[in-house]
């Protein structure tokens, strides 16, 4: 049993985690490298990471700096930002191509943070499928007579306990993100 708790915690660990990534690429009012992890750029034929391309620097509050680190893969990093739903436009002066942030109106503000709300969910329901699934080997190993109905309680109970600290953790993660967009 301590061996599905353990896989439980690692996969549940793993939902917030993964939430905590998608939430760093989530634009707030402030400029951060991390907006531009999930921008893919055909280069050379094939789909490669900008981080990958490109050395990229957040200098000041509002503006991200891409510096290539082929200069014939301008346009193309170019294009992936304009593609991308970032909402930015680049501007390039032949060796930087740069970022400016603009300032976040008050309903972009609102539509990120039900982004943010779909992402916490879409968390919660990954933690508590993690629940559901190792619940459900605990009973078919009860059911084989591999432990007690005394161990398959307490073990479900610590499983629970563990779901709802990870629900918390996720609603904490979403309170904390919600009050950065929100931040003017």
Do not use: C, W
Request: proline letters at 3%; hydrophobic letters at 40%.
């Amino acid at each position: 049993m301590k061996e599905r708790i353990d896989d439980a915690r690692r996969r549940m660990e793993g939902a917030t985690k993964n939430l905590s990534n998608e939430f760093s690429a989530l634009r707030t009012g402030r400029a951060s490298t991390a907006l531009l992890d999930r921008i893919n750029v055909n280069a050379y034929g094939a789909m490669t990471p900008l981080t990958q391309l490109a050395k990229i620097h957040a200098p000041e509050a509002r503006l991200i700096t891409v510096q290539p680190f082929d200069k014939t893969m301008m346009t193309d990093i170019e294009r992936a930002i304009m593609e991308s739903d970032l909402g930015l436009t680049p501007s390039n002066d032949g060796t930087t191509i740069r970022l400016p942030l603009p300032q976040l109106t008050e309903e972009r503000r609102k539509e990120l943070v039900k982004v943010a709300h779909r992402m916490a969910e879409e968390a919660r329901v990954a933690v508590r499928n993690v629940r559901r699934d190792i619940l459900n080997e605990m009973k078919r190993a009860e059911k084989d007579g591999e432990v007690s109905k005394n161990d398959l309680g307490r073990a479900q109970d610590d499983v629970q306990k563990l779901t709802d600290a990870e629900v918390k953790s996720v609603d904490e993660m979403l309170a904390r993100k919600e009050a950065e967009i929100m931040e003017v």
